[in-house]
């Protein structure tokens, strides 16, 4: 079974940077994709970022190209999402995601663990 335990996010000034840590509990992860996925208020899920294990592929949201990086450490088993140039409209709970049978890929029903869900808070 796999674990994911997020850590990190919390508030920033717009301009700042933040971020976020998932660590996926797991014999096999290494071939796994991982995926960041937010939810803004009154909004339904997006997708922020995806990456094979070993980086050949990686995929981003039109909406945070060029300020976010996804990054999978795989000596920690840990996939990070760096936030730079953070917006007032990057506020909004980020998940992290598992999917056991990559290629990956930007839709959620793709991804079979997730995270509980770190706040993300930027102010203007």
């Known amino acids: 079974q796999v674990q994911v335990a997020e850590s990190g996010g919390g508030v920033t000034q717009a301009g700042g940077s933040l971020s976020l840590a998932c660590e996926v509990s797991?014999?096999?992860?290494?071939?796994?994709?991982m995926a960041w996925f937010r939810q803004r208020p009154g909004q339904e899920r997006e997708f922020v970022a995806a990456?094979?294990?070993?980086?050949?592929?990686?995929l981003y949201g039109d909406s945070v190209k060029g300020r976010f990086t996804i990054v999978c450490d795989k000596s920690k088993n840990t996939a990070w999402l760096h936030m730079n140039n953070l917006r007032p409209e990057d506020t909004a709970i980020y998940y992290c995601?598992?999917?056991?049978?990559?290629?990956?890929?930007?839709?959620?029903?793709?991804?079979?663990?997730w995270g509980q869900g770190l706040q993300v808070t930027v102010s203007s």
């Open positions: 995601a598992v999917d056991q049978f990559p290629p990956i890929d930007d839709k959620e029903d793709e991804y079979d663990s």
């Open positions: 797991s014999r096999t992860v290494h071939t796994y994709a």
């Open positions: 990456s094979s294990w070993q980086g050949y592929s990686i």
